[in-house]
């Protein structure tokens, strides 16, 4: 199997509300989505979806960045991973949302060409896995009001966003608390919003409410103030801007910074390079979760939820950004069951069946 020719479509689909973080509000779904054509008709299906406020990547620059590899790729084989990936890493030095959108698409070739679905290849633990669901900044009681209503759908974990000041934080875990019940855990996520010091102070007031964990809370690049939070706190603590690649998670757990890893596709650059993060994890005795970017679509969300139920390592997954879309603009790869199941398609590959027609 050869790759003749790689086409790109870029796409922006509305959320159906703005959805606010510590570092902004995003407004859209912003998607490269690319089709990996071969020599025997199979065509590969991925994405690459830019968050700017976490990889600083940009649609346009995904987009050109994929255009870039044609000339590195068309000729290769899709299936021989490891050659793709040198390629790619020989073109462009970072690019995390490029490279994604390529490993997907030759990941979802190499489950085409085994006649088996991405999940069975990647470890085949279950064909499914099951997300939590995020509520952005708000007022207390709008955030108190979603969170109700999304446990009343069949949700048991709510992740919510914080990070504004202390007195506006407590209030909106007071709220939410109140609002579901104590049978609900909650995870807190920073993005980044605290100082290591405030980070401690604030977590244990926050912790009146029972936090499961807290996510990303101080800055991306001061690994020792995570390893401060980490040590000075009895809530789980978990790494989510501080680890894009397998050197990042290598750094982390060799200083115990964290107790959970946040893999995402779009930062880490794909599948192969979220195998080697779960791989250091796993033998630390660190856990990890699989999120995602609120930018992306059924694409990408079907591919991360693939590697999370193949792997026994992966407890945990953030996987609700197609919830906050107003349409789903791909056909085929995983199927919501219930609330909160992500059910993978046992077609070969990731099962995808192409765009939908507007």
């Given at each position: 199997?050869?790759?003749?020719?790689?086409?790109?479509?870029?796409?922006?689909?509305p959320?159906?509300?703005?959805?606010?973080i510590?570092?902004g509000?995003?407004?859209h779904?912003?998607?490269?989505?690319?089709?990996?054509?071969?020599?025997?008709?199979?065509?590969?299906?991925?994405?690459?979806?830019?968050?700017?406020?976490?990889?600083?990547e940009?649609l346009p620059?995904?987009a050109?960045?994929?255009e870039?590899?044609k000339?590195?790729?068309?000729?290769l084989?899709?299936?021989d991973l490891?050659?793709?990936y040198?390629?790619?890493?020989?073109?462009?030095?970072?690019?995390?949302?490029v490279?994604?959108a390529i490993?997907i698409?030759?990941h979802?070739?190499?489950?085409?060409k085994a006649?088996?679905?991405?999940?069975?290849l990647?470890?085949?633990?279950?064909?499914?896995?099951?997300t939590?669901?995020?509520v952005?900044?708000?007022?207390?009681?709008?955030?108190?009001?979603k969170?109700?209503?999304?446990?009343?759908?069949?949700?048991?974990?709510i992740?919510t966003?914080?990070?504004?000041g202390?007195?506006?934080d407590?209030?909106?875990i007071?709220a939410?608390?109140?609002?579901?019940?104590?049978?609900?855990?909650?995870?807190?996520?920073a993005?980044q919003?605290?100082?290591?010091?405030e980070?401690?102070?604030?977590?244990?007031?926050?912790?009146?409410?029972?936090?499961?964990?807290?996510?990303?809370p101080v800055?991306?690049?001061?690994?020792?103030?995570?390893e401060?939070?980490?040590?000075?706190?009895?809530?789980?603590?978990?790494?989510d801007?501080?680890?894009f690649?397998?050197?990042?998670?290598?750094?982390?757990v060799?200083r115990?910074?964290?107790?959970?890893?946040?893999?995402?596709l779009?930062k880490?650059?794909?599948?192969r390079?979220a195998?080697?993060i779960?791989a250091?994890c796993?033998?630390?005795?660190?856990?990890?979760?699989?999120g995602?970017m609120?930018?992306?679509?059924?694409?990408?969300?079907?591919?991360a939820?693939?590697l999370?139920?193949?792997?026994?390592?992966?407890?945990?997954?953030?996987?609700?950004?197609?919830?906050?879309?107003?349409k789903?603009?791909?056909?085929?790869?995983?199927?919501?069951?219930?609330a909160?199941?992500?059910?993978?398609?046992?077609?070969?590959?990731?099962g995808?069946?192409?765009?939908?027609?507007?």
């Open positions: 199997m050869k790759i003749t020719d790689i086409k790109v479509q870029t796409m922006e689909v959320l159906l509300e703005p959805f606010r510590s570092l509000v995003i407004t779904a912003k998607s490269a989505v690319v089709s990996v054509e071969t020599d025997e008709g199979k065509v590969g299906y991925g994405e690459g979806s830019p968050g700017i406020l976490i990889t600083g940009n620059g995904t050109a960045g994929i870039l590899l000339k590195d790729l068309i000729g084989d899709p299936t490891e050659a793709v040198c390629a790619m890493k020989r073109s462009q030095a970072h690019a995390s949302t490279k994604a490993d698409a030759c979802d070739l190499l489950g085409q006649g088996l679905p991405v999940y069975q990647l470890g085949g633990l279950n064909n499914f896995i099951e939590d669901i995020t952005g900044i708000n007022k207390p009681e709008i955030m108190a009001a969170a109700k209503a999304w446990v009343e759908k069949g949700f048991d974990t992740k966003k914080v990070g504004t202390i007195e506006e407590v209030a909106r007071k939410i608390r109140e609002a579901v019940g104590s049978h609900v855990k909650i995870r807190v996520d993005n919003g605290w100082s290591a010091k980070a401690v102070q604030f977590i244990q007031r926050l912790n009146e409410y029972d936090l499961e964990l807290v996510e990303q800055p991306y690049h001061d690994i020792a103030g995570l401060y939070v980490t040590k000075h706190t009895d809530v789980l603590i978990m790494a801007e501080s680890c690649m397998a050197t990042d998670a290598l750094r982390l060799e115990r910074a964290v107790d959970v890893v946040n893999i995402k779009m880490c650059g794909g599948i390079e195998l080697k779960n250091i796993e033998a630390a005795g660190i856990p990890c979760m699989l995602c609120a930018e992306e679509t059924n694409i990408g969300v079907t591919a939820a693939s999370g139920a193949a792997m026994k390592n992966i407890t945990r997954a953030d996987l609700d950004c197609t919830f906050s879309l107003s789903l603009p791909f056909k085929g790869g995983m199927q919501v069951e219930g909160n199941r992500l059910v993978l398609s046992e077609k070969p590959g990731f995808f069946l192409g765009l939908k027609e507007d």
